[in-house]
């Protein structure tokens, strides 16, 4: 097919419909899990990305939009803060499952052998790696993947294209989300939190009592074994934790959405 036969078929509206697409869609690629993961390549992102937008564009609603370059570019600046409003609530959950991760490596004590975590790009410790693909694995084994698809789609019910969402909702929305990581954080890593702190509380009075002993060569091997078996008793609550949530991001970012 002749090129600019095809290209005739696409007009104005539509190609600015879809660079407004584009633009809330590639939030998710900035902030969300498995879709922002630094082990993809970028090109490989931006192309799911484009591919995203294509499939959605169908079922966008929208009227005439403005072509004019202050009114477009507002346009664009709007559906970026919209996807980011989006995207940003289901980062604040992979953000627990992080924090849950170095406060075990700061109380255990793996944090003094710190390394590049693949899926975040920063340096972390081991704990905090195992938090992030244990995460990510999940994800991908109960289809988070469609829930945050079918969420971005419902975004246009809730701001069409053309509308002006409610800032202070979104802003709302946001510290919810932020003020949760911490209780997130705490809840996950609880059992283990409370042994290892118990154990450092015996060996505090084993000192006390046998002032001899080496505290060093014996407590760090004690609070690993506790640490590790406790992490691993945890991990299936962990999952189904982590599916409840998901659910509940998706769904806290589709209510702090509305029209202005």
């Known amino acids: 097919m002749d090129p600019n036969a095809l290209l005739a078929h696409f ?3 539509q190609v600015a419909a879809f660079f407004l697409v584009l633009a809330r869609i590639s939030p998710l690629f900035l ?9 993809v390549n970028p090109r490989v992102r931006g192309i799911i990305a484009v ?11 929208h009227g005439e939009i403005d072509l004019n370059i202050l ?10 803060v919209v996807g980011l409003a989006f995207a940003y609530a289901l980062c604040a959950m992979f953000a627990a499952l992080q924090a849950t991760g170095t406060l075990l490596d700061t109380l255990i004590g793996f944090s ?12 972390s410790a081991v704990l905090q790696q195992m938090y992030s693909l244990f995460g990510v694995a999940i994800f991908v084994a109960i289809g988070g993947d469609t829930w945050v698809i079918k969420g971005i789609a419902r975004t246009y019910d809730a701001v069409p294209l053309l ?13 919810i989300a932020f003020s949760g990581i911490f209780a997130s954080a705490f809840m996950i890593g609880a059992p283990v939190l409370i042994a290892v702190i118990i154990v450092d509380a015996a060996f505090g009075v084993v000192t006390k ?35 409840d949530q998901l659910q509940l991001s998706v769904a806290q970012a589709l209510s702090a959405l509305r029209v202005g």
Do not use: R
């Not at 002032?211 to 999952?239: D, E, H, W």
């Open 71 to 80: 009114a477009f570019g507002g346009l664009l600046l709007k559906e970026l």
């Open 163 to 175: 509308d002006a969402p409610a800032i202070g909702s979104m802003v709302q929305g946001a510290q």
């Open 209 to 243: 009592v046998v002032p001899q002993m080496n505290i060093f060569a014996v407590g760090f091997p004690a609070k690993m074994i506790v640490g590790l078996t406790l992490i691993g008793a945890s991990l299936p609550f962990v999952s189904g934790f982590i599916a």
């Open 112 to 123: 003094f052998g710190a390394t590049v975590d693949p899926i975040t790009g920063t340096q």
């Open 11 to 13: 007009s104005e509206q």
């Open 51 to 61: 591919a995203l937008t294509v499939g959605i564009m169908p079922v966008v609603k």
């Open 31 to 39: 902030l969300a899990p498995l879709f922002s993961s630094k082990m």
